[in-house]
């Protein structure tokens, strides 16, 4: 097995007794200096520098993350079969669905779902013009145009690497589309120590990308300085410009193992990056999820919708709304009750076996 990916994960990969090979890395959109791609550019380019691996490799399948478009072209290009990989939750829309990233949840009535059906003509049209874009990529590497729409999405097999019951239902799913539950992996680390006591434990789990002035972190921090709770915070390895007051019943640490350290917790407090939301409940802890951008406001409301949780927005991640959305966690036994079944139904459904057999079956076919 083989895994292009960026440098900076190949002691990672390799750790895993797989074969790394290194993937392009571009610049984003051009700027005055004119250096840079734009995405389809970059696309094309990664399809093209891909080749040679392809034919060294000579795969029966590639697996291509739902983002990585040019994995996909020189996937076609070389008449390789190929999967995408899903790591969140299905993004495609669906009638009556609030557009996917929005911070909206899955209206309660006909009104509301009268008035997102009422808006898919421009979903719609911005789906259509990324088709175009995509067919303008395919067409100068010679493969030829797509009708549907979303044709980044392997039509053979998209692997959807979230739990079930984050998913809204639709009235009907492609075939080639497989729930698998969470794909989750993390970096190996050692045990860290936890607040002396035997109060609940509340972790902090930032986003290892957004929210630099760790407004979130800080707010946890002293909203829970008082609370009848320990907490255990970590920067993951992104200092704050200005120094966190660490109150007398909470540890902050650089880096921790979610996997080590969730099982324990009573609640989870996190930016509500998919990989923390279902690894807190892969370990049957709810979350309060203070979304800063992107797919994290989608996250939140899918947390709680499902029950497994409650969603704080942005507005009210104060060291007050937080101690409150951490009180409402703890005092309503619903949400841990609902974050127990989602670990029950992962302990039964192991994601890796199912997205492998998954692929073993495609390769079959």
């Not at 900076?8 to 990969?13: K, L, M, N, P, Q």
């Not at 040679?52 to 478009?69: C, G, H, Q, Y």
Request: with cysteine; net charge negative; proline share 8%.
């Amino acid at each position: 097995m083989w895994l292009q990916t960026w440098d900076r994960w190949h002691e990672d990969v390799e750790r895993e007794d797989v074969h790394f090979a290194r993937a392009p890395e571009y610049h984003g959109v051009p700027g005055d200096d004119g250096e840079g791609l734009k995405p389809y550019q970059a696309a094309v380019r990664t399809a093209e520098e891909t080749a040679p691996l392809l034919d060294e490799v000579r795969p029966d399948a590639m697996v291509v993350d739902i983002l990585t478009v040019g994995g996909a072209l020189a996937a076609e290009v070389a008449g390789c079969r190929w999967a995408t990989l899903v790591p969140h939750v299905l993004p495609t829309p669906e009638p009556g669905f609030a557009p996917y990233s929005s911070g909206a949840r899955l209206p309660r009535t006909r009104f509301g779902r009268d008035l997102w059906i009422a808006l898919d003509p421009v979903v719609r049209r911005g789906a259509e013009r990324g088709r175009d874009e995509l067919n303008g990529a395919r067409e100068r590497l010679g493969l030829p145009a797509l009708k549907h729409l979303h044709g980044g999405v392997s039509r053979e097999l998209a692997l959807v690497a979230t739990f079930p019951q984050l998913e809204y239902p639709r009235s009907s799913w492609h075939p080639s589309m497989r729930v698998t539950g969470p794909l989750i992996w993390e970096r190996p680390f050692g045990e860290v120590e936890t607040p002396a006591g035997d109060a609940p434990l509340v972790l902090i789990a930032p986003s290892t990308s957004q929210d630099p002035e760790q407004r979130m972190l800080a707010a946890a921090l002293e909203g829970l300085a008082n609370a009848p709770v320990r907490v255990l915070a970590t920067t993951n390895r992104r200092a704050p410009a200005e120094p966190i007051a660490v109150p007398a019943n909470a540890r902050l640490v650089d880096w921790l193992s979610y996997e080590r350290s969730m099982p324990g917790c009573a609640a989870v407090v996190c930016h509500a990056g998919h990989g923390t939301v279902v690894r807190a409940l892969a370990s049957g802890v709810p979350v309060v999820a203070c979304p800063a951008t992107g797919d994290m406001f989608e996250n939140a409301q899918r947390v709680a919708w499902a029950g497994a949780g409650v969603s704080l927005p942005r507005r009210l991640t104060t060291p007050r709304g937080i101690a409150l959305a951490v009180q409402k966690v703890l005092s309503d036994s619903s949400y841990a009750r609902r974050a127990g079944e989602l670990r029950e139904w992962a302990n039964r459904h192991d994601g890796r076996e199912l997205a492998a057999d998954a692929l073993e079956e495609l390769v079959r076919s």
